[in-house]
C-alpha cells in the first residue's frame, strides 16, 4: 500500500490507490450500496507487489540491494502509522467498549501489532466458538499482516534466485537474473492462485485470510515490475519510429480505462455471497495489472489522475485504511446507536483529517529521516514498539477474562445457593409465574460475562470438552455424565442447539440417577437432511451424523434428546452435491416406512427438514429406542447482550422481543413429530418458559437467558432441569 522512494509517485498508481481505498471506504460505510468495495485490498495487493519488486529490482541492477535495508524501509515506512493506529484504538477500547469485547479486541490488537491478525481471523473464521463474535477495531490489520508477511519473504526469495544465477551463470550475477525471478514467480503465482481456487471452494471463510491464497495477487504486480515490454517505466523510453499502437498514448488510455472497468465491475457486482478470493479475483488483480502496465500517458487519463482531490486521497490511502474501521467501530459507542447517514459521513471527515494529520506529522517526517537511519537500530526498535503494543493489549486480555471468570464463579453460586424463584423456576410450564423481590434488578451472569457461560460440551478446559468445533471432524466425541453405574442410559446428540441443554440434562440425571451420554457437533443437526454449509462441513456433518447413529444403535441407550437451531438453509436432497463430495445423503432416499416422505416433485427445504428427521428418528424408534425433541428457542433481539450492558437499561423490563418475532424461525421438529405420530417420538416445547403471551424474556428469575443471538447462558440452562426431568420421564417409563 505503500511507496518504498522519494521519487515523485506516479499518478495512475495513486489514482488506483485512491480509488482502491475509496472502494474499500464505501463497502464498510455502505454495503448494501457497493457490495463488492472489498476487491480494493486486492488492488493494494497488486501495486505492492509491482511496487516494492520495482525497487528491488533497480536495487540488485544497480549493485546495492541488501534484505536488511530493504525491511528497515519497509518497517519505517509502515510501522509508526500503523503502531499510533494501534495505540489511539487500544485506547478506545478501554474507553468506550463494553467489557465483554475486551478479550478479543485486545487480543486482535496484539495480533495486529505483531502482524499476525490474518491467521488469527482465519483460525476464528473455523471456530465455531468464535463465529458469534463481533468485528474488532483492528480487523481491517489482516491486509497490513498478509502484506507484511510477504514483505519478510520477498527479498528471502529474491536472494534465493540471485544464488541460483549465481550458480547457473558464475561467481557474478547478470542481467539474466530476471529471467530466473520470472520463472520462480511464475511458479508462485500459479501454485497460490490454485491453492486459491481449491480453498476457497472448501473453506471461504479461512481461504479469505490466509497468506497462501494472497500471494499469486502479489505476485502479479512482482512479474508485472519483471517484464520490460509490458512496464515501460523498467526500459527506456521508445524512440517515436519504434512506437507501436500497442504502446501510443490512445492504445494504453484504452487499455488503463479497459482495467479499471474490470475494477469497477468487480466493485459494484460482486457481492457477500461471490466465492471469493478464488477464481473471480482474478477480475479486480487483471484489471489493476492493465493499468500499471498501460502507464497511460493520454490527455483525459492524465488530467483525470493529476485531480487535486484524487492525488491527495491517492497521498493518504494507507492512512485512511488505518483509521476509517476504528471510527466506525468505535463511534456507535459514543453516540448510543448505529450509524446513521449523518453519522457515517461524519467518520468519513473525520477519517479524511486523521488521514492527513498522520501523514503531515508521522509519516513524512519519519521518511525524511529514514535514509540517516542505519538497518538493524530501526529493525530492533520496531519489534521492540511492536511487542511493548502486544504486551500491553495482552495484559488487558488477562485483565478481562479474570473478571468474567469471576462473574461466572458468582453465577455459579447464585445457581447454588437454592434461592427461590430463580432462573426458570420463576415461570413454570403449567403454573403461575413467581417472583423474588431480591433477585429485581439482578442479572447473573452479568452481560458482560454471559458470552463465556458456555455448556461442558464447549467448556474452556481441555479435559471437559467433549464437543468438535472444527469444520472437517467426524468422528463422534462423546461427554460421560450423571450416574455412570445406572441402568438408564440416555444421549443428547446434535448441534450447538442441542449442547446447550447440556447442563439442564446433566441436573435431570444426577437427580433421576440416569447415566447421560452427550454428542455434539457444532454446526451439524442430527438428521438425514443437510444443513447448508461450506464443502467442508457438509461433507463431514453427512458422516458424523451416520457414525453418531450407528454408536447410538449398539450403545444400549433407553432415550435419545435431541434439538436443532431452527431458521436454517437446507441442502436439497435429490441433488448429487449435497454433500460437497458426490455422494447423496440418505435423505436422498426417504425410507419405506415413512410413507409421508416427500418427492422431488413436491420438495420445498421445509418438507426436506421434516423429512430428514422423520426418516432418522423412524429407524431409531424402529430399534425400540424413543426420541425426544426439544424445541428450538425463541430468539432475542439480535443485541440482546449490547442491550443489556446498555448504562440505563431495565434489567427486569428491558431488551425483550415480541414473541411472534422470537417463533417466526422455521422449526422442522414439530412437523416431523406430527408426520411420524408415534407415542415414542414426542416434543418437549419450553415456549411459555422463555415468552409471556405478548413477548420473551431476555432475563428471568435474576439470571440472563441468552449468552448470545441465539444460545442459552449456561446458567439458565441448569434451571430448566426440573422440566426436561417431568417431560422425559414419561418416554423411559414406556420403554421400560
Not at 86 to 113: C, D, N, Y
Not at 263 to 280: H, K, Y
Not at 521 to 530: H, L, M, N, T
Not at 645 to 653: F, H, K, M, N, Y
Request: proline letters at 7%; one cysteine or more; charged letters at 15%.
Amino acid at each position: 500500500m505503500t511507496d518504498e522512494r522519494r521519487t515523485a509517485p506516479r499518478a495512475d498508481i495513486q489514482a488506483l490507490r485512491a480509488v482502491a481505498v475509496l472502494a474499500v471506504v464505501l463497502y464498510h460505510l455502505w454495503p448494501q450500496r457497493l457490495t463488492g468495495g472489498y476487491v480494493g485490498v486486492d488492488v493494494f495487493f497488486v501495486i505492492s507487489g509491482f511496487l516494492i519488486t520495482s525497487h528491488i529490482a533497480r536495487d540488485v541492477d544497480a549493485g546495492r540491494f541488501s534484505v536488511t535495508r530493504f525491511w528497515s524501509r519497509r518497517i519505517l515506512r509502515l510501522l509508526p502509522a500503523s503502531l499510533l493506529v494501534l495505540g489511539v484504538t487500544a485506547l478506545g477500547v478501554w474507553a468506550l467498549a463494553p467489557v465483554q469485547h475486551w478479550e478479543q479486541w485486545f487480543r486482535e490488537i496484539a495480533a495486529s501489532a505483531l502482524y499476525a491478525q490474518n491467521w488469527v481471523l482465519a483460525a476464528n473464521a473455523v471456530d465455531y466458538l468464535a463465529a458469534d463474535d463481533l468485528p474488532s477495531p483492528v480487523r481491517h490489520y489482516w491486509s497490513l499482516a498478509v502484506e507484511e508477511q510477504l514483505y519478510l519473504l520477498w527479498p528471502l526469495l529474491i536472494v534465493a534466485v540471485l544464488a541460483l544465477d549465481r550458480r547457473l551463470r558464475g561467481s557474478r550475477h547478470t542481467a539474466g537474473w530476471r529471467a530466473n525471478a520470472v520463472g520462480v514467480l511464475v511458479l508462485v503465482v500459479v501454485v497460490s492462485f490454485i491453492t486459491s481456487v481449491v480453498w476457497t471452494g472448501a473453506d471461504p471463510a479461512y481461504a479469505y485470510f490466509i497468506t497462501p491464497t494472497r500471494a499469486w495477487e502479489f505476485g502479479a504486480g512482482a512479474l508485472l515490475a519483471l517484464a520490460p515490454s509490458m512496464t515501460p517505466c523498467l526500459t527506456p523510453t521508445p524512440t517515436p519510429s519504434a512506437a507501436s499502437p500497442a504502446t501510443s498514448p490512445s492504445a494504453r488510455g484504452v487499455t488503463a480505462w479497459a482495467g479499471l472497468a474490470m475494477i469497477v465491475f468487480s466493485a459494484v457486482l460482486f457481492t457477500e455471497t461471490t466465492s471469493f478470493p478464488g477464481a473471480w479475483a482474478a477480475v479486480p488483480v487483471l484489471g489493476t495489472v492493465l493499468v500499471l502496465g498501460a502507464r497511460a500517458s493520454d490527455r483525459f487519463t492524465g488530467r483525470l489522475a493529476g485531480l487535486p482531490p484524487v492525488r491527495f486521497l491517492g497521498d493518504v490511502s494507507y492512512a485512511v485504511y488505518l483509521w476509517h474501521w476504528p471510527l466506525i467501530v468505535l463511534v456507535p459507542y459514543v453516540t448510543g446507536h448505529d450509524l446513521r447517514t449523518g453519522d457515517k459521513v461524519a467518520v468519513l471527515a473525520a477519517t479524511l483529517v486523521l488521514a492527513w494529520a498522520t501523514r503531515r506529522w508521522v509519516e513524512e517526517p519519519v521518511r525524511r529521516r529514514r535514509g540517516r537511519l542505519r538497518p538493524w537500530p530501526a529493525i530492533i526498535s520496531a519489534g521492540l514498539i511492536g511487542a511493548v503494543v502486544a504486551g500491553i493489549s495482552l495484559t488487558a486480555t488477562y485483565t478481562a477474562r479474570e473478571h468474567v471468570r469471576n462473574e461466572l464463579y458468582a453465577a455459579t453460586a447464585a445457581a447454588a445457593a437454592g434461592v427461590a424463584c430463580f432462573g426458570a423456576a420463576a415461570r413454570p410450564p403449567q403454573g403461575e409465574p413467581c417472583a423474588n423481590p431480591d433477585l429485581a434488578g439482578t442479572a447473573v451472569p452479568a452481560p458482560e460475562a454471559v458470552a463465556a457461560d458456555l455448556p461442558a460440551p464447549f467448556a474452556e478446559s481441555a479435559t471437559d470438552r467433549c464437543a468438535s468445533t472444527g469444520r472437517e471432524t467426524t468422528e463422534p466425541v462423546v461427554c460421560e455424565r450423571g450416574d455412570r453405574t445406572s441402568g438408564v442410559r440416555i444421549a443428547l446428540v446434535g448441534d450447538s442447539h442441542a449442547a446447550h441443554y447440556a447442563s439442564a440434562l446433566v441436573g435431570a440425571a444426577e437427580t433421576e440417577g440416569w447415566a447421560l451420554d452427550i454428542f455434539v457437533k457444532a454446526g451439524c443437526p442430527f438428521s438425514d437432511a443437510v444443513r447448508m454449509q461450506d464443502d467442508v462441513l457438509t461433507a463431514a456433518c453427512v458422516e458424523w451424523v451416520d457414525r453418531t447413529e450407528r454408536v447410538l444403535l449398539d450403545g444400549g441407550y433407553a432415550l435419545v434428546v435431541t434439538s436443532q437451531m431452527s431458521g436454517v438453509g437446507w441442502e436439497n436432497p435429490w441433488s448429487a452435491a449435497t454433500t460437497g463430495t458426490g455422494a447423496t445423503p440418505q435423505a436422498a432416499t426417504p425410507q419405506a416406512t415413512t410413507p409421508q416422505a416427500t418427492t422431488p416433485q413436491a420438495a420445498t427445504p421445509q418438507a426436506w427438514a421434516k423429512d430428514g428427521l422423520a426418516t432418522l428418528w423412524q429407524r431409531l424408534a424402529a430399534e425400540k429406542l424413543p426420541v425426544a425433541a426439544i424445541a428450538d428457542v425463541p430468539r432475542p433481539r439480535p443485541d440482546v447482550v449490547e442491550c443489556l450492558t446498555a448504562p440505563d437499561v431495565d434489567l427486569t423490563a428491558g431488551c425483550r422481543n415480541p414473541r411472534g418475532d422470537a417463533t417466526r424461525a422455521f422449526d422442522p421438529q414439530g412437523g416431523a413429530v406430527d408426520r411420524l405420530d408415534r407415542p415414542d417420538v414426542v416434543l418437549v416445547d419450553l415456549t411459555d418458559v422463555y415468552c409471556d403471551a405478548r413477548e420473551c424474556h431476555p432475563v428471568i428469575g435474576g439470571v440472563t437467558v441468552y449468552r448470545d443471538a441465539d444460545h442459552l447462558s449456561d446458567t439458565f440452562a441448569g434451571t430448566l432441569a426440573p422440566y426436561l426431568a417431568n417431560a422425559l420421564a414419561p418416554l423411559l417409563r414406556a420403554g421400560s
